[in-house]
């Protein structure tokens, strides 16, 4: 697959169900250094937070969701040194992927419920948005079960907050090597174990499918995902949800 194709209106392509758009979006990405992947799928990220009225196609949580999935995809040589993409283009194939995802996985769920019934609500506050709290609000509930996080994580959340809240802040691609990280919160205290309790390892999936249904499990008390030393890190403080459902 052309590395550049304008994927501009996926349906014209017949791409409509899930299981074929995620297909599509792995040959795409799987030729695609993870590093270049972090680029174009945080400056989406940080784009739809911006402009939430003309990126309303596509919800925040689906994009932070199908960035981690599309990170876990293996990078697969084939032999070409691979080209800058163009982050025009990119972030056009990327929207298009997860505004498309959204749309069939939102109607596949619709049709088998009524009109604002409980499991509509429920499905699009826990699929679709995240909770409506700023960083001030996470802030707080952090401190409010601070005692919880030192007994889950070893540590104190509250207390390492703003190293926490400097590595989701857009400052960063958000794909840092073990270096670069531990340099960024180098005077938090945190060790290597500390800070790898952050991550999800998807060097442990193995040749494991690793699905969206599975991403919330997956995330559970994490800021992102880790691959030998490498760490993707979603720049938005919204991923404060996974750790706050975790001590919660």
Request: charged share 25%; no cysteine; hydrophobic share 35%.
């Amino acid at each position: 697959m052309d590395i550049n194709r304008n994927y501009s209106d996926l349906k014209k392509f017949g791409i409509t169900d899930e299981e074929d758009i995620l297909t599509k979006a792995r040959n795409h990405y799987e030729k695609m250094p993870r590093k270049k992947r972090a680029m174009i799928f945080n400056s989406l990220i940080i784009e739809r937070y911006f402009n939430f009225q003309e990126m309303k196609e596509v919800s925040l949580k689906v994009l932070v969701h199908l960035s981690i999935l599309f990170m876990s995809y293996p990078e697969k040589n084939n032999g070409f040194k691979f080209k800058g993409p163009n982050l025009t283009i990119e972030k056009k194939i990327f929207y298009e992927f997860s505004s498309s995802f959204e749309t069939s996985m939102t109607l596949k769920h619709l049709f088998k419920t009524e009109e604002g019934s409980m499991s509509k609500r429920a499905f699009i506050n826990y699929s679709i948005d995240y909770p409506s709290l700023s960083k001030g609000d996470y802030l707080a509930l952090f401190r409010e079960y601070d005692e919880v996080s030192k007994r889950k994580y070893n540590f104190s959340i509250y207390d390492n907050y703003l190293y926490i809240a400097e590595i989701t802040g857009g400052k960063t691609s958000g794909w840092l090597n073990q270096k670069k990280l531990k340099k960024l919160i180098a005077h938090s205290g945190l060790g290597l174990n500390e800070l790898n309790s952050l991550f999800f390892d998807i060097s442990t999936l193995n040749r494991e499918e690793f699905r969206y249904s599975e991403i919330h499990t997956k995330m559970l008390g994490k800021l992102g995902v880790k691959y030998e030393q490498k760490y993707y890190i979603p720049q938005t403080w919204f991923v404060f949800e996974n750790i706050f459902n975790y001590l919660a």
